[in-house]
């Protein structure tokens, strides 16, 4: 009896911290755009220097986000690997398993720029962030796959997860072709990241709000990098793109069966 009641109020206390983590979250991106961001934009810098100091702000609040719900005893996690991360001109390419993975990886990386659905350039609470961090918009492909290529070659570094959302539990994965696309076309340091998050939640078929029986915990392993000159070397490209990112997808679910 004792067990069960001590179960309940473990359980409400997760799920009332997990919805103050996201509330803290969203006010945090408002603050940053309505206080934060501004005052850096008079500071004085190019604007390539500007967009990186965004990018550590954004790198610094995540790592401030991920040790709240780290304390407030919603997740735990795990890293492994962080020494082959952060180098310029590195294209990270990860899975996709939850809600928080790219948040995860930010706070891990000083200065990173990725990929942004369109749609979060209205978004009041993440707007600031994403256009003061110089993130990228999947608007336009074909203009998404020039400027990705265009920053790994200037020495940016780019977090990508080819899935281009979250993974459904289960289900195989389904990689697009232009993650590959712009590896290839960079020809640039490929690492690949795998995420593992167990019990699984925040996943695409689940709210916020049905949370696991107990803490998950989040796991981030770093992998060695992966050589391109093989697929780079494939004539016509297209040829080369479809391969590598079957190879990326056998990779991680190769990984994933570990």
Request: proline share 6%.
């Amino acid at each position: 009896m004792v067990q069960k009641i001590t179960a309940k109020l473990g359980y409400g206390w997760r799920l009332l911290a997990t919805g103050l983590s996201f509330f803290c979250f969203g006010a945090g991106g408002l603050l940053l755009w309505i206080f934060v961001f501004p005052v850096l934009s008079f500071l004085p810098g190019n604007p390539r220097q500007k967009v990186s100091r965004g990018q550590k702000i954004v790198s610094y609040s995540f790592y401030v986000f991920i040790g709240l719900m780290h304390r407030l005893g919603v997740m735990t996690y795990e890293v492994v690997g962080l020494d082959k991360l952060n180098r310029p001109g590195q294209l990270i390419i990860a899975n996709h398993p939850t809600l928080v993975d790219i948040v995860f990886l930010i706070s891990r990386i000083k200065q990173a720029s990725c990929i942004v659905k369109a749609g979060l350039w209205h978004n009041p609470f993440m707007r600031g962030p994403i256009v003061n961090a110089g993130y990228i918009s999947n608007g336009d492909p074909g203009q998404m796959i020039d400027e990705c290529v265009a920053w790994l070659r200037s020495g940016g570094s780019m977090v990508i997860f080819p899935e281009g959302t979250r993974s459904i539990p289960g289900k195989p994965y389904r990689f697009q072709r232009g993650t590959a696309a712009i590896a290839l076309q960079a020809n640039t340091v490929v690492t690949p990241v795998t995420l593992s998050c167990y019990p699984s939640t925040l996943t695409k078929a689940e709210q916020w709000y049905q949370i696991p029986d107990r803490r998950f915990h989040l796991t981030m392993h770093v992998g060695d990098d992966i050589a391109l000159d093989e697929f780079v070397g494939i004539s016509p490209k297209s040829v080369g793109t479809r391969r590598f990112t079957q190879y990326l997808q056998d990779y991680f679910t190769q990984q994933r069966a570990l």
